[in-house]
């Protein structure tokens, strides 16, 4: 099994979701995250004055899956989420050793 955990911008999750609902991805976890990587935040003027924002808002997706189709998951988020400036994100694939799900007692593949 494979964790795939998904940084994006907020406003391509709709997309996300519904292009990962259509290959069949019955789960996943969504939350809102701020962090900063190679942009290092940006600055904005509020009622005339200027000032840095450091952390940028972003949506972390974290889904779970079969080895077989984690990396069809990486190739939906990776086209949904591009729009081809800074910030779009990054996706990590983690692997994950095993899984319960806590009402039943299955594990594996069939707790996800």
């Given at each position: 099994?494979?964790?795939?955990?998904?940084?994006?911008?907020p406003f391509k999750?709709?997309?996300?979701?519904?292009?990962?609902n259509e290959i069949?991805?019955?789960?996943m976890t969504i939350?809102?995250?701020?962090?900063?990587?190679?942009?290092?935040?940006?600055?904005?003027?509020?009622?005339?004055?200027?000032?840095?924002?450091?952390?940028?808002?972003?949506?972390?997706?974290?889904?779970?899956?079969?080895?077989?189709?984690?990396?069809?998951?990486?190739?939906?988020?990776?086209?949904?989420?591009?729009?081809?400036?800074?910030?779009?994100?990054?996706?990590?694939?983690?692997?994950?050793?095993?899984?319960?799900?806590?009402?039943?007692?299955?594990?594996?593949?069939?707790?996800?």
């Amino acid at each position: 099994m494979k964790k795939i955990e998904a940084i994006i911008k907020p406003f391509k999750l709709d997309e996300v979701k519904e292009a990962l609902n259509e290959i069949g991805v019955q789960g996943m976890t969504i939350t809102e995250v701020k962090g900063y990587g190679r942009q290092k935040g940006h600055k904005e003027i509020y009622r005339g004055a200027e000032y840095v924002v450091d952390f940028t808002p972003k949506m972390k997706i974290e889904i779970v899956s079969d080895d077989a189709l984690a990396s069809k998951i990486v190739e939906v988020i990776q086209e949904a989420a591009n729009t081809g400036k800074l910030g779009d994100g990054k996706i990590f694939i983690i692997p994950i050793e095993d899984a319960i799900r806590i009402r039943t007692g299955e594990t594996g593949v069939d707790a996800v």
